[in-house]
């Protein structure tokens, strides 16, 4: 499900599902989950890259899987794997990077507004078809896009999901820098490399400092998004997106 790579105080943890586009299912959500809590906690760990395999950053969540939830046919425990991965990504402690390889969908995408810094090839593309789907924004894309992209923007990813390039990604601000396809993860682990060379403790409080500002606000977000997603789930209109739409064919 994932690839684990300790070096120069650098965890890679690379989504390794290629087959669905790195889309995330319990499993994906458990495994990366716990590579960034060890990472959290290892002394020697002093910032986390994220990054995916083959030509997908990540396709969002397996909407075969949230099929199956709405349906009342999910795994065991499937509940906490979305929510359990925003918990320790919300709260990580350490510089959190992230080089986008290829097509970011929804969580794909979302998860790139609880980064500190993230390098995206020339050749991805983002996008956030949630009201296509029939359920509304996640992971508190609601106060991060807006805050991110400014209000406008976020509006018309969030209403009618456009896809964004690599360059709008950079000029938005969702980006950092863009870069050659072959280049990307290397430029993004030179970075990381700079970034962990400085002492850890210097590292967790500048993160705890820029964390303190939005704590609040992305929390209060994450319970709005949560009561409007139990609202809508369910909705026979909704069952038929989730039904027309498969991770694997997402982007």
């Known amino acids: 499900m994932i690839r ?13 599902r290629p087959e669905a586009r790195n889309a995330f299912n319990l499993s994906l959500y458990q495994a990366v ?16 890259v994220l990054t995916g395999a083959g030509t997908a950053f990540c396709a969002g969540q397996d909407l075969k899987e949230m ?20 918990d320790v990504v919300g709260a990580f402690p350490k510089p959190l990077l992230a080089a986008v ?23 991805a593309r983002l996008r956030a078809p949630f009201a296509e789907l029939g ?20 509006a018309q990813v969030l209403f009618s999901g456009p896809w964004v390039s690599a360059a709008e990604a ?8 863009r870069c050659p396809p072959d280049e990307l993860l290397e430029v993004t682990m030179d970075v990381a490399r700079q970034i962990a060379g400085a002492p850890l ?7 705890r400092l820029l ?32 039904e027309r739409f498969s991770a694997p064919e997402a982007g």
């Open 4 to 16: 684990v790579d300790d070096a120069a105080g650098v965890r890679l943890v690379t989504f390794d």
């Open 33 to 48: 989950t716990a590579a960034m809590a060890e990472a959290a906690a290892d002394p020697a760990v002093h910032v986390l």
């Open 67 to 86: 099929g199956a939830i709405a349906a009342g046919t999910g795994p065991p425990g499937v509940e906490k794997g979305f929510r359990g991965l925003l």
């Open 101 to 123: 390889n290829g097509v970011g969908v929804g969580l794909g995408f979302t998860l790139l507004a609880h980064c500190d810094l993230v390098f995206i090839s020339d050749d």
């Open 135 to 154: 359920v509304p924004p996640e992971a508190a894309s609601s106060y991060l896009f807006p805050a991110v992209l400014g209000w406008q923007r976020a």
């Open 170 to 177: 950079v000029e938005w601000g969702i980006a950092l820098r």
């Open 201 to 207: 403790d210097a590292l967790v409080e500048s993160k």
């Open 211 to 242: 964390l303190a500002s939005r704590d609040e606000a992305v929390a209060a977000a994450r319970r709005r998004e949560d009561e409007a997603f139990t609202r809508l789930l369910g909705r026979t209109a909704n069952q038929a997106a989730l």
